[in-house]
Structures are given as structure tokens and as C-alpha cells.
């Protein structure tokens, strides 16, 4: 009965104000449904994680009660031990230090110091237990305690430790040495024994550690037979007993040898032991397979960088003798570590920044332009390297250093020079010799030196050399002339062929051309020509000239089909790129060529290319230098300017013709190098527009005939390049009347050739005679003024418009200032056409049998300046440096380099730069030093009348009238001296033409004058007129010409 009733019989409404209740869709419930699966899942894992985290304590602190109650046992147990103990209670004791030792415990380190002290003296007896499963299980406990116990606390510094370990890699300690393999390969596999060795520093571990390397390096001993397939399925397993020598050692590479300075922690005696034990040669071919395999590429810098340090120690080891026999490989991995070594380990910043301070600084700046082309990839190899690899420590760098100890050289060359003809040897010695060289360019004289100098082996290296190279493949193909043009195809197949053995040729010949070409630095010409000589050619003239030959075709390949060739490209692994073989056997080649066209020794024809199309070379060597121009004067866009210098490399690959004829021009016949010349020139003037014969001149200058020197720099000195156009010359004469006649050419050129004879007269004092009285820039240090420098670049200036117009001066120039000038560098055997008795004098010194120090010399030069003698330094502390036997190549080359090319440089450079205003550099590099000096005042030969006959226009005259029979006759009864008389009289240039009396422009003319019989002859010399009277008799004809051509009057004889 419900007595809450109250009489209300209807419910009452429940009113939500809420407001309409919100109908979830299926969406909604699916995310909410998910996001609650989520919660659930989330506190399933905080429970299961915290679950495992109350295991894992609990665990720890069970087994710390565990390692407590251990310790105490051991600490219990271990008083009572002795010699007699039984083998179970050591068992137990050692698996109780292994279950609780921890290396930074105190108290672990005292009960592990106290276990050491008992159980080490009688390991030994450990080991004759006669029960095979006690057996198994103590190898097994001794396995763990050198894993857990001994290998951590030797990291911690403990000397006992390291003697237990060294014990148990003894052979002795080990009646069945089955199990020291056991151990050792359980050691090598799954601990860090290679790491704590590597890291060992302290001295009174060492011994220990040195003790155990050498039980590394016999743990197998070497075998040739194939390993089984099944050791080799299984030798990975962490747990396999099987172990391969070549496994062991590729493990100490990978490991040891990486670490730098390692073996310097190592005693002398246990490194020759290790040496001798090794043996070397094992872990040297280890080195080269590692390097030459793909996956190699984990080896970081420091590691090759340790690897090089290493072996370099090993190789020094008891003196090196242990390399006899295995040179070869030595050699191999060396040159492999030294190809993989980043150059910036080989570079000392503040020495290169040094050096590169010098080379701008030194006198002799045109060495630059000679080098730049031979050390071009290199340098673009350093700077690449340096933008991306951190440079070495300076102890790195030091130690590396010793790779190139010239007692180090020294010794592998003898050894080098004891393997006889065998190839392979040779080869890889070769490619090693290349690679110090070129992965440390700074230390390239030093190799050089020490390989010429430091022995007496010098003829029998070249020889060795010589004899390998000679009897290739490559040597017989490139040996033969006639193979060249018929088989270029072959021929770029030849030097880009990538085969072992090509590319070791390659390798020798790199090396036989650096050696030849320093050793010909040195060499006079006598002793290069007379095997008879003290210090005589290293090879014999018919190697030479076959060398020369071989030499030529490879370069003209390399030139001619440079665009099919990729020159950045690698020979092999020697470290050569095809540039710098090119540039090396280019070298050679030019030295070679320069000792033939000084004193000929080889064949007619030698130089040239048989079968190359002169004709059509010609044709576009010009065009092609003509679009080079053209493009370059678009670039420029304006006119006249001088354009920038290409380096003889790049100017190779836009042009070959124009890199043949700009590196090794003597392939090419001289007269059509002299008519491309002249080709070049007029293509010139046609893109200047100033070929135009009756063009005005563009200025003029009014000269005093007694000042033309001081009168022609104050006037045109300021043209530059301007004075390739037309200018026009008015003489004064003595009373300063201004001479008759038009400037139609001739006078110019009369002006230039007395301006010439006026600037170079000696007494002047800008140039100076040699012996033989050829001109060269006087040396003073008063010529090096800036006043006198401008007077120099004028000279250069007006030396190059006589050039550009084709006008002969007057001029002898000594041949090493030409050689300068075409940017190349002189030596010794320029010396004698300078000073002859220095010569000879360092010839002497060269080839002196005694003490040199008796001689008291030291590195100064001495000359006179103004009066008084003068002493200059040719080294830093030169007067301090007394000359030796050691030293006295390097003076020698320094007195030389001095006296030929660092006091006279600044004149050369400033002279050049006058030259090369008007002159491009590219035009006068087709041409050696005698070359042009033709090119500058025409061939010092005989005039030839037959030839000048042949090219004469008659004006007025009939062949056969009396006057021109008798003017012919005249000619003919005169000297040679007469001659050049007459012709400088009508050309205004006492030679002959370069290419004979057909070049003259226009041609010589003989006009009729008239009858006045008193008259004397005249001449117009721009037009090469001469004007004759029509004279009664030849005698009268004779006396009047005679007088006329030595008058030496000017325009108002007329």
C-alpha cells in the first residue's frame, strides 16, 4: 500500500532545460569507442611496463645480494688458496670474479689484484687437467675472465692483468696449443682485446702489449693452399674456433694499423721482431687487397693516414733489411695509401701560403708561365681537396714527412736498384717514386735530388729505366713515325688504354722523364755529348735520339687529339693524370730538342711529323686562331685592346693546332711557321683595321736623329696597343732643320733601326754584351728603377711593331734573354754564352773529387755595382751556408738561376710586356730562342743576288740594258759586307728577308733616274726603290753606288 499518496493520480512532467538532448551519430560512437580502447591499452602498458620495471629491480637488487654473497665466498675462499689448490676451486673462484667483478669497484679491483697475484704462476699447471669435460669448462671460464675481467681492468691501467693476458696467449703456458687457439680466436671474435691494445700508452704495459702483438703476428702461420669451404661457411660465427691467416691479419689492420703513432709505443727490439715475424710481406699484400677492394671506401682519413704512419715504421725496422726481397710490395702499398691519402695531410697551410709568397715574389716570374701548364691538375687537386678535408695534425704531417727522409729514398732506391730487369718490380717501384712526387708536389726536388745525387746509381736508375720503357709495346708503336698519321685511332688508344700493363709503362715513362729532364738541368753540353766526361750523359746519344722520337708522337698525339682524350683521367691507380704525363713528357721532349738545336746530334728530319698535311695545317691553324680572336675581341668589345694570355694547356684543348704550334712548334717546318706567323699578323691588322697600305697615319712623331730614343719615348711611348696603327716620323737633322721627304713607310722603319742601334749601343746602359757580344738587359740594380723599367717596356714595344711590321732590326740578342722572353726558364747549360769561365767553374765544383768545403765557398754571388763589388745572398743565410758535396748541386742551380734569370728579370718582364702589347705571346711561342732571333733581324746568311734578281721589278729599265747588266755586276764584285751595305741602303735592314727577297712588300724596284751622270744613286726604303742614273761604264756606275751605300746619309743626300 503506498501511503505517500497524495491524491494526485497523474505524474509529474520532468521538465530538462537543458535543451534538446544531442543524438550521437555512427561516426561519433565509433571514435568515442576507439578512443576508450585506446585508454583501456594505455594502462594495460603502464601495468606491463611497470611490471617489468619491479622485475628488472628486483632482478638487480637479487642479483647484487647474489654478486654481495659471491664476494663474500670469494673473499673467504681465496686466503686459502695455494700451489696446491685444486683445479674445482679454482674454477669456482674464477667464476665468482666473473659473475661480481665490476672494473670501477675498489674493492672488486683489490680481490681481482689478489686472485692475479695467486693464480698467474700457476696458469701452466691449469692447463694439463686430463678431464676433457674440466678441460672444456676451463677454457671456457678462462674465454669469459679475459672478456669481462682482464680486457676492462687493463683498460683501466692494471700491469697484472696485462701479464695474466700475455700468459694466456703464451705458447708455453699451453701443453695442447689447441687450446691457445681456442682462447685466441674466442678473443680476436667476441672481445675488444685489438681496441685495448690500440689504446695501451702506459710504459708499464707496454712490454705486455708488445708481448701479445708478437703472439698475434705467429698465431697462424702463413699457408698456400686453398682455405676449406667449410672453414669458410663458418669462419663469421661469433662462436667458430676457426680462424684464417689472412683473416688475422686483415683484423690487425683493420684494428692496429689504423691507430697513428701505434707502433712509435712499441720497443725497437719487439718492432724488428714483429717485422721479422709478421713477415711484412703478409700484412703489405693485406694492405693492397684491402685498398683495391670496392667497400674500402669505410677507411676514413685518419685510418690510411694510420695505416701509412705504421708501415712506415715497420719498413724502418732493423734498418730496413727485412725489406729485401718483398720491395715490391712495399712499394704497392705505400703508393696505394699515398693515392688514398687526401693532399691536405701532405700540405702545410702556413708552408704552402709561404711558398705561394715566394713564387709571387721571386724575380723569375716568367717560371710561372712555364710551370703553370705542368703543375695546373695538381693545384686544382690540392684546392678541391682543401674546400672539403680538415687539414692534419702537425704531428701527422711530420711523421708523414719521413716518407720522403732522403736516407729513406736513398735506401729504397738501392734496394731498387739490386732487382734486375724483373718488370713487375720496376713498375710498381716506378709508380711509387711517381706518387711521392705527386701527392706532395712541395717535396718533389727532394726526390728528384736525392734519386740524381744522393748515390752513384744515377746512371744505372736512368738505365733501368730506360731499358723497361725502351722493350714495351707502347715504346715500339710510338717509335715509329710512320705509324702516326695512319693510326691515330690506335695511337689514343695506346695512352688511354686502361690494362695493367699499359698503364705500368705509362708509370715508368712518368718517371724516366722527370728523372732525365732534372738530371739534364745539370748537364753541360760537353758532358750530354762525350760518354768520355766525368759525369757524362746517362744515356747514349742513339737512346736519346730514340727517346726524343717516342717523346714527339706521344706529345703530338696528346696535342692532336687532345678533344678525344679526357686529360683529367687517371693512369691505373699510379696517381698520373694524362695531363701531367703529357706535360712531363712535353718537358723532355723540349729539353731534348733545345740540347739538338744547339749542337745537332740528331738526323735531318728528326722533329718533324712525316705525312701531316702542312698545307691544310696552316690553313687552319690561322682560322682557327683567327674565330679565338675574334670571339675574344667580341668579349672585350673594344678595339686594340690587348687580349688576356691563354695558358699553352687551355690553348690546347680550344685549339690543337694552335697547342701544337704553342708547345711543341718544331714539329712544324720553321719557313712555314714564319709564313703562319705572318698570316696571324695579317688577320691581326684586318680585324684592327690597319692593313690598309694608304691609310693615314693614326700619329706622328717629330724625332731628332741624335735623340731618337729619348725623342721616341716621350712621343709614343703612351700609345700601348695604339701603336700598331700607321705613325708617321719627320727627322731633324744636327741643325734642326726638318728633313725632305713623305713618310710613305720607309722613314719609320729608318727611324726604328736607329732608334735600335741608339738604345742598344752598350754604352747607353740598358743592355750589355755577352763575350760574343749579343745583347741581353744590363743586370744592375740600377736598371731595376721605374724609370728604367718604362724605358724597357718601350723597347719591348718597339721591338714588337718592328716584328708586326716585318722589319729586320739590326739586333743580336743573347739567346738566353730570348728565352726569357718566350716565357721559359734558363739553366746551367745556358750559362756558358753568358759567362763562360763561371761555367766552367761550376762544372769544376760539379765534377771536383775532393772536399768541396776546401774550396771555401758559400751561397753568395758576387758582381760589381758601380765600382764596388757586392755580395748577394742566393739562399736565406747564404754567407753562413758554406758549399758541400751534399749541397752543391743546389749551388750550383742557385748561381746559375741567379746570374741567368732572377737579375734580370724585372728588365725581361718589363721588356716582355712592351713585346706582348703588339705581339700576341701565342705567335712567339711557335718559335725557340734561335728561332726568333731570326724572326727579330732575318737569317744571318749570305745575300743571295740570284734570289734578289729573281724578285726585282724594272722601272724605265729593259733587262738587258747596259746600266742594269752593269748594276748586276757592280753587286757581285762586292763583299758580303757590301751587300748587306746595299741592302740595308734600299730595305733599311742589312739582312735578307726570313723567307728570301719574295717577302719584300712591296718588291725591290730598279728605276731609271735619268742621265745626269753627277747624280748619285737614291733610294725610297718604303718602297724598297732604288733609284739609278743611267751611267756611261760600270766603273763610273760602281764608284757612284759604292758611295751612296756607305754614306750612311739621310734623305737629303738626294
Known amino acids: 500500500m503506498n501511503f505517500s499518496f497524495e491524491g494526485n493520480f497523474r505524474p509529474k512532467r520532468n521538465i530538462n532545460l537543458g535543451g534538446v538532448k544531442k543524438i550521437d551519430d555512427k561516426r561519433s560512437l565509433l571514435a568515442k569507442a576507439q578512443s576508450e580502447r585506446k585508454a583501456r591499452e594505455q594502462e594495460r602498458l603502464k601495468l606491463k611496463s611497470a611490471q617489468q620495471i619491479q622485475s628488472f629491480l628486483r632482478g638487480r637488487q637479487q642479483a647484487t645480494l647474489i654478486k654481495q654473497a659471491l664476494r663474500h665466498d670469494f673473499h673467504q675462499l681465496l686466503p686459502s688458496t695455494n700451489s696446491n689448490t685444486d683445479e674445482q676451486t679454482w674454477m669456482t673462484l674464477t667464476r665468482q670474479l666473473i659473475w661480481f667483478y665490476q672494473p670501477g669497484n675498489e674493492a672488486d679491483n683489490h680481490h681481482l689484484s689478489q686472485y692475479l697475484a695467486q693464480v698467474t704462476p700457476i696458469i701452466r699447471s691449469m692447463f694439463c687437467i686430463s678431464d676433457r669435460e674440466v678441460q672444456d669448462s676451463w677454457l671456457w671460464l678462462c674465454s669469459l675472465l679475459i672478456k ?114 701505434f707502433m712509435d709505443h712499441v720497443s725497437a727490439n719487439a718492432l724488428t721482431t714483429l717485422a721479422l715475424k709478421l713477415p711484412l710481406k703478409d700484412i703489405l699484400e693485406t694492405v693492397t687487397e684491402l685498398l683495391l ?67 709571387m715574389d721571386i724575380e723569375s716570374s716568367d717560371e710561372e708561365e712555364e710551370d703553370e701548364d705542368r703543375d695546373i691538375v695538381m693545384k686544382e687537386a690540392t684546392a678541391s681537396t682543401a674546400a672539403t678535408t680538415t687539414n692534419a695534425s702537425p704531428l701527422v704531417r711530420s711523421r708523414l714527412e719521413t716518407l720522403y727522409d732522403s736516407e729513406r729514398v736513398n735506401h729504397l732506391l738501392y734496394q731498387f736498384m739490386q732487382i734486375g730487369t724483373n718488370s713487375d718490380a720496376i713498375q710498381s717501384v716506378s709508380s711509387f717514386f711517381n706518387t711521392l712526387m705527386l701527392r706532395w708536389p712541395m717535396k718533389k726536388d727532394a726526390i728528384l735530388h736525392t734519386l740524381l745525387y744522393k748515390s752513384s746509381n744515377t746512371h744505372n736508375l736512368l738505365q733501368i729505366l730506360w731499358q723497361s720503357w725502351s722493350t714495351s709495346t707502347e715504346a715500339a708503336f710510338f717509335n715509329d713515325d710512320g705509324n702516326m698519321m695512319a693510326h691515330l685511332v690506335d695511337a689514343v688508344k695506346y695512352i688511354s688504354d686502361s690494362k695493367k700493363t699499359c698503364v705500368e709503362n705509362w708509370s715508368v715513362l712518368f718517371l724516366l722523364c722527370e728523372v732525365y729532364a732534372r738530371s739534364l738541368l745539370t748537364l753541360g753540353d760537353d758532358e750530354f755529348l762525350d760518354k768520355k766526361a766525368t759525369h757524362s750523359n746517362p744515356l747514349e746519344l742513339s737512346q736519346v735520339i730514340d727517346l726524343g722520337r717516342q717523346l ?135 680585324r684592327n683595321n690597319v ?135 734558363n739553366y746551367l747549360d745556358d750559362l756558358s754564352s753568358l759567362d763562360p769561365e763561371l761555367y766552367k767553374g761550376l762544372l769544376a765544383v760539379k765534377n771536383y773529387d775532393g772536399n768541396v768545403e776546401d774550396l771555401s765557398l758559400d751561397f753568395t754571388s758576387t758582381h760589381m755595382e758601380n765600382g764596388r763589388s757586392v755580395n748577394v745572398d742566393l739562399i736565406p743565410g747564404g754567407s753562413n751556408i758554406p758549399v758541400t758535396n751534399q749541397n752543391r748541386i743546389q749551388y750550383i742551380y742557385s748561381i746559375a738561376n741567379y746570374r741567368l734569370n732572377v737579375q734580370i728579370a724585372k728588365q725581361c718582364r718589363a721588356f716582355f710586356k712592351g713585346l706582348s702589347t703588339i705581339v700576341d705571346i701565342k705567335w712567339l711561342r711557335m718559335f725557340n730562342q734561335q728561332e726568333l732571333q731570326i724572326v727579330l ?72 733616274a735619268g742621265v745626269d751622270q753627277e747624280r748619285l744613286p737614291t733610294s725610297s726604303t718604303c718602297v724598297n726603290l732604288l733609284k739609278l742614273p743611267n751611267y756611261p761604264t760600270y766603273q763610273i756606275l760602281r764608284e757612284k753606288l759604292l758611295y751612296a751605300i756607305t754614306a750612311d746619309a739621310g734623305f737629303d743626300l738626294s
Open 148 to 261: 669481462r675481467v682482464l680486457l676492462p681492468s687493463i683498460d683501466g691501467g692494471s700491469a697484472s692483468a696485462y701479464q695474466l693476458l700475455a700468459s694466456l696467449f703464451d705458447p708455453g703456458t699451453y701443453k695442447n696449443q689447441d687450446h691457445r687457439t681456442r682462447i685466441m680466436t674466442f678473443c680476436l671474435y667476441n672481445t675488444t682485446l685489438l681496441k685495448s691494445m690500440k689504446n695501451t700508452k702506459n710504459s708499464n704495459l707496454i712490454s705486455y702489449m708488445e708481448s701479445i702483438l708478437i703472439q698475434l703476428a705467429t698465431f697462424y702461420e702463413p699457408y698456400y693452399y686453398a682455405t676449406s669451404p667449410l672453414i669458410e661457411k663458418y669462419q663469421c660465427r661469433p662462436n667458430t674456433p676457426y680462424m684464417t691467416r689472412p683473416q688475422l691479419l686483415r683484423m690487425l689492420t683493420t684494428e692496429l694499423m689504423i691507430e697513428p703513432f
Open 552 to 686: 714527339k708522337n706521344i706529345s703530338f698525339i696528346m696535342f692532336w687529339r687532345a678533344n678525344s682524350l679526357d686529360l683529367t683521367q687517371h693512369i691505373g691507380l699510379t696517381g698520373i693524370q694524362l695531363n701531367q704525363l703529357r706535360s712531363s713528357v712535353t718537358h723532355l721532349l723540349q729539353q731534348i730538342h733545345m740540347r739538338d738545336s744547339r749542337r745537332n746530334f740528331c738526323p735531318q728530319g728528326h722533329w718533324l711529323i712525316p705525312d701531316l698535311d702542312t698545307d691544310n695545317f696552316s690553313t687552319e691553324a690561322v682560322a682557327e686562331e683567327f674565330n679565338l680572336e675574334s670571339e675574344q675581341q667580341q668579349e672585350k668589345n673594344m678595339p686594340l685592346r690587348p687580349l688576356r694570355m691563354l695558358s699553352k694547356g687551355r690553348l690546347a684543348v680550344i685549339s690543337p693546332r694552335l697547342g701544337l704550334l704553342n708547345n711543341i712548334p718544331f714539329v712544324i717546318p720553321f719557313e712555314q711557321r714564319v709564313e703562319i706567323f705572318r698570316m696571324f699578323v695579317n688577320n691581326d691588322k684586318k
Open 293 to 359: 677492394e670496392p667497400t674500402t671506401t669505410a677507411l676514413d682519413d685518419t685510418a690510411v693516414a694510420g695505416i701509412l704512419m705504421n708501415l712506415t715504421v715497420l719498413g724502418d725496422a732493423d734498418s730496413g733489411k727485412h725489406l729485401d726481397g718483398i720491395l715490391t710490395h712495399y712499394a704497392k702499398a705505400i703508393q696505394l695509401l699515398l693515392a688514398r691519402l687526401p693532399v691536405s695531410y701532405l700540405t702545410d697551410p702556413s708552408e704552402q701560403e709561404k711558398a705561394d709568397a715566394i713564387e
Open 937 to 1008: 733581324g732575318g737569317a744571318s746568311v749570305p745575300i743571295d743576288l740570284n734570289d734578289l734578281r729573281s724578285h726585282t721589278v724594272l722601272a724605265g729599265f729593259m733587262e738587258h740594258d747596259a746600266t742594269v747588266k752593269n748594276f748586276w755586276k757592280a753587286l757581285e764584285s762586292f763583299d758580303n759586307t757590301l751587300r748587306m751595305k746595299f741592302v740595308k741602303f734600299v730595305t733599311s735592314c742589312s739582312r735578307p728577308p726570313l723567307l728570301g727577297f719574295r717577302e719584300l712588300v712591296p718588291q725591290f724596284c730598279l728605276r731609271n
Open 691 to 825: 692593313d690598309e697600305f694608304y691609310s693615314r697615319p693614326k700619329a706622328a712623331a717629330t724625332v731628332r736623329r741624335d735623340h731618337m730614343f729619348e725623342d721616341g719615348f716621350d712621343q709614343l711611348a703612351s700609345l700601348g696597343v695604339e701603336l700598331k696603327n700607321k705613325v708617321a716620323i719627320s727627322f731633324v737633322d744636327e741643325f734642326g732643320l726638318e728633313e725632305a721627304g713623305i713618310d710613305g713607310g720607309g722613314v719609320f722603319k729608318e727611324f726604328l733601326t736607329g732608334l735600335s742601334k741608339e738604345a742598344f749601343n752598350v754604352n747607353y746602359g740598358l743592355f750589355t754584351a755577352t763575350p760574343e757580344q749579343l745583347l741581353y738587359p744590363n743586370p744592375s740594380f740600377y736598371a731595376t728603377e721605374p724609370q728604367q723599367l718604362e724605358y724597357f717596356k718601350f723597347l719591348g714595344l718597339i721591338i714588337g711593331k718592328a716584328v708586326y711590321e716585318g722589319i729586320l732590326l739590326d739586333v743580336a740578342f743573347a739567346e738566353f734573354f730570348l728565352k726569357k722572353c718566350l716565357g721559359k726558364v
